[in-house]
């Protein structure tokens, strides 16, 4: 199928609807003024017939015209622009008087016509308008008249006027059509650069957009519609970078735990017992991997308007040593020291999986950035029903500038190396979503060459029963 531009099809649907209108206006002119040609002769016609039936008379059965004589010579005397002509009939339709302008000519009685209605004939080849009366005497009907006048003159004008409408009918299509063409080109050209820009737009400059016009349009929704979906492409983009990094970022320590688990069996022969236990430590991480792997793809998706989150109540002091225990090697490999002597046990509301992911990133953290033989505290107290769990490092620390730029995902500290250890910078943009997404508070507190400590607050459980709700 050919393809039609979208400003013809526009132009085109304007000439249909246009078109059907101007062929109803013409039209319309055209049957009024034939209307009014027709009612004008018609008129003229009933005119004269009324006036020449006062002038018939009936002798000896035979009826005719009287003072015969004085219309002869006035058609003598005068000539006859626009003539009419009179024809006489008896009540059987033969001829009985005529108008002298007719001579030798006749009319014809037309009986297929009946008396009182207006038709078309031809006289002489030429075209007449007739109107056949009964001529009434005594209440009878004694014969009729017959009026007629030549219309060749008026079809002359109307065939004139339907030529000059189909002409101008015609030459109006012709210039609407290149005006609505015109102008349907002008009005889709904010269209064309809408699509220019559009199709310079990948995944690479998702930032870029469409330019919005100053009127308030359809052609400004449009713009807008097109930029907020690009905002949504380019928010899914991130989302999928994010989850990549989160992914790889999360999936490390497992996998660290598993490797070092099958190396230290292939290193010696060791005994069935052994084999049995790290085989069991294995399983544990590839069914830590596989729990990772759904709850970062859950964590991916969540919106913040429809937050689906698993709560319940566990021990924040296993939470806590759960975390520690997966981070033994690394703590015994840099001879840190790990302080944590919690004074009670503390049942806490929330999603397991969300607050192991915060406290395991917290601690990594805290680890990576520890310089051998130092200490990491891990504190956790109840204060007005809630756990206020705490990891505190003597690290490097941060100023105030870095302190405001470290949540956001990939930023790693200028000139700052971790101790033997390179960060991928999406640790603390972890944190900071599971926290958002559990509604747990964060906070930060650091000093240049003092460490830091970051503290969360996590909905407390009394007796088994939620006391802030």
Same mark, same amino acid.
């Given at each position: &199928?050919?393809?039609?531009?979208?400003?013809?099809?526009?132009?085109?649907?304007?000439?249909? @609807?246009?078109?059907?209108?101007?062929?109803?206006?013409?039209i319309l002119i055209y049957l009024v003024v034939r209307m009014n040609v027709y009612a004008n002769l018609d008129r003229t016609l009933h005119t004269v017939a009324e006036k020449h039936i006062w002038e018939v008379q009936v002798k000896e059965g035979k009826v005719s015209f009287i003072n015969k004589i004085e219309w002869e010579e006035r058609e003598h005397r005068e000539v006859e622009v626009n003539p009419v002509f009179i024809e006489l009939y008896g009540a059987d339709g033969q001829t009985m008087d005529k108008s002298p302008n007719l001579k030798v000519d006749s009319l014809g009685f037309h009986s297929s016509f009946e008396a009182?209605?207006?038709? $078309?004939?031809?006289?002489?080849?030429?075209?007449? /308008?007739?109107?056949?009366?009964?001529?009434?005497?005594?209440?009878?009907?004694?014969g009729y008249i017959t009026t007629a006048i030549p219309i060749d003159g008026y079809l002359l004008v109307l065939k004139t006027l339907q030529n000059i409408l189909l002409i101008s009918f015609l030459f109006a299509l012709l210039l609407l059509f290149l005006t609505a063409r015109y102008l349907a080109i002008r009005s889709i050209r904010p269209v064309k650069v809408i699509i220019a820009k559009a199709q310079q737009i990948n995944s690479s400059n998702l930032t870029d957009k469409i330019p919005v016009?100053?009127?308030?349009?359809?052609?400004?929704?449009?713009?807008?519609?097109?930029?907020?979906?690009?905002?949504?492409?380019?928010?899914?983009?991130?989302?999928?970078?994010?989850?990549?990094s989160d992914a790889a970022h999360q999936l490390k320590t497992p996998l660290a735990i598993l490797k070092g688990s099958l190396e230290v069996m292939v290193r010696k022969p060791r005994k069935t017992e052994e084999y049995v236990t790290k085989i069991q430590e294995s399983l544990l991480e590839i069914d830590r991997l596989s729990e990772i792997v759904d709850k970062l793809l859950v964590l991916a998706r969540m919106d913040n308007n429809s937050k689906k989150i698993?709560? *319940?109540?566990?021990?924040?002091?296993?939470?806590?040593?759960?975390?520690?225990?997966?981070? @033994? /090697?690394?703590?015994?490999?840099k001879s840190i020291r790990l302080?944590?002597?919690?004074?009670?046990?503390?049942?806490?509301?929330?999603?397991?999986?969300?607050?192991?992911?915060?406290?395991?990133?917290?601690?990594? $953290?805290?680890?990576?950035? *520890? *310089?051998?033989?130092?200490?990491?505290?891990?504190?956790?107290?109840?204060?007005?029903?809630?756990?206020?769990? *705490?990891? /505190?490092?003597?690290? &490097?620390? &941060?100023d105030e500038k870095e302190l405001g730029k470290i949540f956001q995902p990939f930023y790693r500290i200028e000139n700052v190396q971790p101790h033997g250890e390179k960060g991928s910078g999406i640790g603390l943009s972890i944190v900071q979503k599971a926290c958002r997404i559990a509604s747990i508070p964060i906070f930060i507190e650091s000093r240049v060459g003092r460490g830091t400590k970051v503290t969360i607050e996590i909905q407390a459980v009394t007796d088994g029963l939620e006391l802030l709700k």
């Open positions: &199928m050919k393809r039609i531009a979208y400003h013809d099809r526009i132009a085109f649907s304007y000439i249909g @609807a246009t078109a059907t209108l101007l062929a109803l206006a013409f009182g209605h207006h038709f $078309n004939t031809l006289l002489r080849n030429q075209p007449v /308008r007739q109107l056949k009366l009964p001529v009434i005497k005594d209440d009878k009907t004694v016009p100053e009127t308030r349009d359809e052609l400004y929704d449009l713009a807008v519609a097109i930029n907020q979906l690009l905002d949504r492409i380019e928010e899914g983009l991130q989302r999928e970078k994010q989850f990549t698993r709560v *319940s109540e566990f021990s924040a002091i296993e939470a806590i040593d759960k975390v520690v225990q997966r981070a @033994a /090697r690394l703590i015994e490999s302080v944590f002597e919690p004074q009670s046990d503390a049942q806490i509301l929330s999603d397991p999986f969300l607050v192991d992911l915060i406290l395991e990133n917290l601690l990594s $953290n805290a680890l990576k950035f *520890s *310089s051998p033989f130092a200490v990491v505290e891990i504190s956790c107290i109840i204060r007005a029903s809630k756990a206020i769990v *705490s990891v /505190r490092d003597e690290g &490097m620390g &941060m």
